[in-house]
């Protein structure tokens, strides 16, 4: 079986880009709190959505919805209007992460493929049982932080289908459960939808260097033309012992374009491209070149493809993250 | 389609203030006539102002939007007024690579080509929006004026390497013209005025670009 | 001893990686002279560290039952190895009251009696609804609860709710360690260096400002979560238990101080003048449960309503 490609679409435009670019399927997210991507000016309305899903499969490509934030005790409505409206649509999945939203899915919808996202944290065998005997979810988005040995074990194990994220950011904590931006905004990502939200970023010039800052924190001192990643919580420089680093993650790319041949023995279903906030310069550039990749696979020419990814993964820089050993 | 882009910031380059002005008049008309979705979509976002600078004009624009309505003015140079929510600034190559959808969100605000101040949730409102629709400058122009489309075209495909070494030259007869001013016209006077206007300018690029070749030829040894 | 009309006192897991002796010592004296009713007992951050102390459980447990403790076997937050996993398994099925921070556990658990730990989200209705159809006897409210989201479920809730009202707020997990970053060393190769912090490492901005403490694979607050003076609201809202996490302090003194604000023994204010004897420099925070970033201190009262 050929990898599925599961490539991010932050509007319209990109969304068609991704299908021109050889995406097999394109997910993306409402434009309200309900999806873990919710800057200004992103996403789709309930009738862009459902012309998106009419453009991908005019060519036989699929669209999944993210609905994957948490919904606020009262207010529930917002996330059942979107379950609603991504039925309506006649979306191929919605992507889901709150266990009441999963149950409002499974009962009003029961024939909406329903995916578990990367945001209900599901790492173990275990977890994955849970949603899967509880609200027959048909694939799970594994965590970032898996090795490749680990994927294949969970595959052989959940008989389900696993998307596993092949490029894009990398998130070191435990996704739908990192508080770190709420504790310095006051915004939650798992009910906001939007780490490190625009309205509390900013930049400041400092002599030769710039500093970034959420909120009242500084997250980063960089100098013109030192790689530095938009300033999420996880993406700062600290300081321990008397020594500043990048304590979480350093400004880096996970991309696992040479290492797709071992995703797929692993028994993976699909790859996900991180990056619904990015251009669409940057949908088509990433999803061609992994649209190349698994081309070549399947003709047996894996590691044909070269890599020219570099410029647009974030600080310019790219690794497996926990894909391969050394990174934790 | 990356090399329309020279051409485009050449011909934007080369207009006087007060005709960019009542371009820019043109220009809203023909985005609410080509991109009634664009329009949109900036109408929807929370209400704000944007000033554009770009480096090698002696204009800036100020782009309002929000609260259900859109419009992009030039501003006089000493022209006052509210507080712009954020500034962008940057050479017309860069601006146009952001309108056009190349420069990604992430990637802009370490960008050393576009300097940014001001609130980061507008700029990335505006960056968003921008990228919803699929935007050619040079398209947006010829649309304007319809007959400058095919040889424009033409003309992009050669000078791409050229013009930048032209330019010098460019901004001097940019700064030549931007002395005149024009009384104002009726609007169809005016458009028919703006197409002469282009038409010279479009001309006098021409010949830029065939010196330039020539130069070009001579300094390589072709043929 | 304690009085369960006025809201009941629960001490969380201990979150730290204490010597074994350090760690025998706390528990002997929680389990002698802290007035809690529960008390959670369990590695919730990292694997690695049981083999340390795991011969002392037994004990532990016991003198806990003895001094009339409810004893909670609480989970890892984050599981992803083979071991994890089935050591979780192990704890459900050999029958004690677990609080489960990972899905994982649910998958064993349901349809006995479990409590729902804080690291597992429950911001609504819909969740909580699922939850105790499972067999949830208590549900833990994740740190980031805002005082509207305490109020709807707490007051809807058909079992026990719980909120950490004492202690670094625990922020994010994670598979990497920190602990051994600072260290320039690695998970695999720790050395245990999250050993030589019994209350975690200071990571400050770079600007020099106190900010989070790490813990291993855990990220938490740099100050201590102090919910005083909120407490009477919280308890009209329906919340019965207030969690206080184990810190490098006096935890039966900070156990005797809530006590005496649930009983009205003493004001929140003469609460807040000893509590601040017993924390030393470490800043309190409370701006979550106002619906604040997490790091604020915020003086006004909360609404009873």
């Given at each position: 079986m050929s990898l599925e490609l599961v490539c991010p679409a932050g509007t319209p435009a990109a969304l068609r880009a991704a299908v021109d670019a050889g995406a097999d399927t394109v997910y993306c997210g409402f434009r309200d709190c309900t999806n873990a991507r919710n800057y200004p000016g992103l996403n789709f309305d309930p009738d862009e959505m459902a012309e998106g899903v009419a453009y991908a499969h005019r060519f036989g490509r699929k669209v999944l919805a993210a609905v994957n934030t948490f919904p606020r005790a009262g207010d529930a409505r917002p996330w059942h209007d979107a379950i609603d409206n991504a039925a309506r649509a006649n979306v191929d999945a919605v992507i889901l992460a709150d266990i009441g939203v999963l149950d409002y899915a499974a009962t009003k919808h029961p024939e909406l493929r329903r995916h578990l996202s990367v945001q209900a944290s599901a790492s173990n065998e275990l977890s994955i049982a849970y949603y899967r005997d509880r609200f027959?979810?048909?694939r799970v988005v594994l965590p970032r932080v898996l090795s490749v040995e680990q994927v294949a074990a969970l595959v052989r194990r959940i008989g389900i289908e696993t998307e596993v994220f092949a490029f894009g950011s990398v998130g070191p904590m435990s996704e739908g459960r990192c508080f770190l931006s709420s504790y310095i905004t006051g915004l939650s990502p798992t009910s906001e939808g939007a780490c490190a939200p625009a309205s509390h970023v900013s930049y400041k010039e400092d002599g030769p260097e710039t500093l970034s800052r959420l909120g009242e924190v500084t997250l980063n001192r960089f100098s013109h033309g030192e790689p530095a990643a938009y300033p999420t919580p996880c993406k700062g420089r600290y300081v321990t012992h008397g020594r500043t680093s990048y304590l979480f993650e350093e400004p880096i790319a996970l991309n696992a374009i040479d290492i797709l041949a071992d995703l797929q023995a692993a028994g993976v279903t699909a790859l996900k491209i991180e990056g619904r906030q990015r251009s669409r310069a940057y949908v088509t550039e990433v999803v061609g070149s992994f649209r190349q990749a698994i081309d070549a696979l399947d003709r047996g020419q894996g590691g044909a493809v070269e890599n020219t990814l570099a410029s647009v993964a974030e600080g310019q820089r790219q690794t497996h993250g926990a894909y391969t050993k050394g990174w934790r | 389609m990356q090399r329309s882009r020279p051409l485009a910031a050449a011909t934007l380059s080369l207009i006087p203030s007060p005709v960019l002005a009542r371009l820019t008049v043109l220009l809203n008309r023909a985005m609410r006539r080509r991109h009634p979705r664009l329009v949109a979509n900036f109408a929807r976002l929370d209400p704000a102002v944007v000033h554009v600078f770009p480096?090698?004009?002696?204009h800036r624009f100020a782009i309002e939007f929000g609260g259900g309505k859109m419009d992009v003015r030039v501003l006089r140079e000493t022209g006052a007024g509210a507080a712009p929510d954020a500034e962008i600034r940057g050479n017309l190559m860069a601006l146009i690579d952001l309108l056009e959808g190349r420069i990604d969100g992430d990637a802009m605000f370490f960008s050393r080509e576009i300097e940014i101040t001001g609130s980061t949730a507008v700029i990335v409102a505006v960056r968003n929006t921008l990228d919803r629709e699929e935007i050619l400058i040079s398209d947006e122009i010829a649309a304007i004026f319809g007959p400058l489309e095919r040889p424009a075209r033409r003309i992009a495909l050669r000078v791409d390497t050229a013009i930048s070494r032209a330019r010098a030259r460019i901004a001097a007869i940019h700064a030549r013209l931007h002395e005149a001013d024009a009384p104002a016209r009726d609007l169809s006077a005016e458009t028919d005025a703006l197409r002469a206007e282009v038409k010279a300018l479009k001309t006098r690029l021409a010949k830029l670009d065939v010196r330039q070749t020539r130069a070009d030829s001579a300094a390589t040894g072709a043929p | 001893m304690t009085n369960t009309i006025n809201g009941k006192l629960t001490l969380g897991p201990l979150l730290f990686h204490w010597t074994p002796e350090a760690r025998r010592d706390f528990y002997a004296r929680i389990a002698d002279e802290a007035e809690v009713e529960s008390v959670y007992f369990g590695e919730v951050v990292c694997s690695k560290r049981e083999p340390f102390s795991e011969k002392d459980n037994e004990a532990i447990i016991a003198r806990l039952e003895a001094g009339g403790k409810q004893v909670v076997r609480s989970t890892l937050a984050l599981m992803t190895l083979d071991r994890e996993v089935a050591a979780a398994r192990a704890l459900a099925e050999s029958g004690v009251l677990v609080e489960a921070n990972d899905v994982a556990c649910l998958q064993e658990v349901s349809g006995r009696p479990h409590v729902i730990g804080?690291?597992?989200?429950?911001?609504n209705e819909g969740s909580q609804d699922v939850l105790i159809r499972g067999g949830a006897v208590r549900i833990v409210l994740p740190v980031e609860a805002t005082a509207a989201t305490v109020r709807v479920l707490a007051s809807r809730s058909a079992v026990e709710t719980e909120l950490l009202v004492f202690g670094r707020q625990p922020l994010s997990v994670a598979m990497r360690c920190y602990h051994a970053r600072s260290h320039e060393l690695t998970k695999d190769s720790c050395q245990f260096v999250c050993g030589q912090d019994p209350d975690g490492l200071a990571a400050d901005t770079i600007d020099g400002t106190s900010l989070l403490t790490i813990n291993g694979t855990q990220t938490l607050s740099n100050g201590y979560l102090v919910l005083l003076r909120e407490l009477a609201a919280l308890r009209g809202m329906g919340v019965t238990h207030f969690r206080l996490s184990p810190q490098h302090v006096d935890m039966v003194a900070v156990a005797r101080t809530y006590r005496a604000v649930l009983d009205h023994a003493i004001t929140p204010e003469e609460a807040a003048g000893d509590l601040a004897a017993l924390t030393a420099e470490t800043p309190w925070q409370n701006g979550f449960l106002h619906g604040r970033e997490g790091l604020a201190w915020v003086e006004s009262e909360l609404s009873p309503a």
């Open positions: 027959d979810i048909r | 480096s090698d004009l002696p | 804080p690291y597992i989200n429950v911001f």
